[in-house]
T-cell receptor, first 114, second 114 residues
């Protein structure tokens, strides 16, 4: 298996633009997580899905952030409009029920909003 | 409200010696704990986990100890190797291995000198 695949790896955008981050989880995994890593707050959970259904979005910072999981093999995290304070590394992770609880992370998308 | 805390931002040890990374938590409902390792420009990778029904779990050079009364866990690496140099995150959850949300600490940068 190729692991969790995120795209793009790097994104530079101007303030006010829409940004879409993409994630393909590991096949067969029924949980998908979106995390954000910043120097100030470390790794924080934004939202997670179970069987494509959003379960907890309490970590989504503002209405400018939205996430979807239209099917078991694809998820998006959208920021509209983007702001400089959204600059961070965004990680997607997935987990299945038979992996002793371990979540597998993608390589992350480094977002810079200028 | 930081429920999982890693109070040491960094740790430096000599190759061959023991590395001890510490983590404290405040939420008594946490019942599953994990350690992740992260290299630059990569996503976190799972290292070792422990359920709250245990106080120790070993996997090769890595041992995690859990002290529930103190709400403290630690990761021991013996012997330490230069390749262990990375950022180490502890994480905690409720729901055992069927957890949804993982709460991470801020991370500890481990440097192992040859």
């Amino acid at each position: 298996d190729a692991g969790v695949i995120q795209s793009p790896r790097h994104e530079v955008t101007e303030m006010g633009q829409e940004v879409t981050l993409r994630c393909k989880p590991i096949s067969g995994h029924d949980y998908l997580f979106w995390y954000r890593q910043t120097m100030m707050r470390g790794l924080e959970l934004l939202i997670y899905f179970n069987n494509n259904v959003p379960i907890d979005d309490s970590g989504m910072p503002e209405d400018r952030f939205s996430a979807k999981m239209p099917n078991a093999s694809f998820s998006t995290l959208k920021i509209q409009p983007s702001e400089p304070r959204d600059s961070a590394v965004y990680f997607c992770a997935s987990r299945g029920g038979n992996w002793q609880g371990r979540a597998f992370f993608g390589q992350g998308t480094r977002l810079t909003v200028v | 409200d930081q429920q999982v805390k890693q109070n040491s931002p960094s740790l430096s040890v000599q190759e061959g010696r023991i590395s001890i990374l510490n983590c404290d938590y405040t939420n008594s409902m946490f019942d599953y704990f994990l350690w992740y390792k992260k290299y630059p420009a990569e996503g976190p990778t799972f290292l070792i986990s422990i359920s709250s029904i245990k106080d120790k779990n070993e996997d090769g050079r890595f041992t995690v100890f859990l002290n529930k009364s103190a709400k403290h866990l630690s990761l021991h690496i013996v012997p330490s190797q230069p390749g262990d140099s990375a950022v180490y995150f502890c994480a905690a959850s409720t729901g055992g291995t069927s957890y949804g949300k993982l709460t991470f600490g801020q991370g500890t940068i481990l440097t192992v000198h040859p």
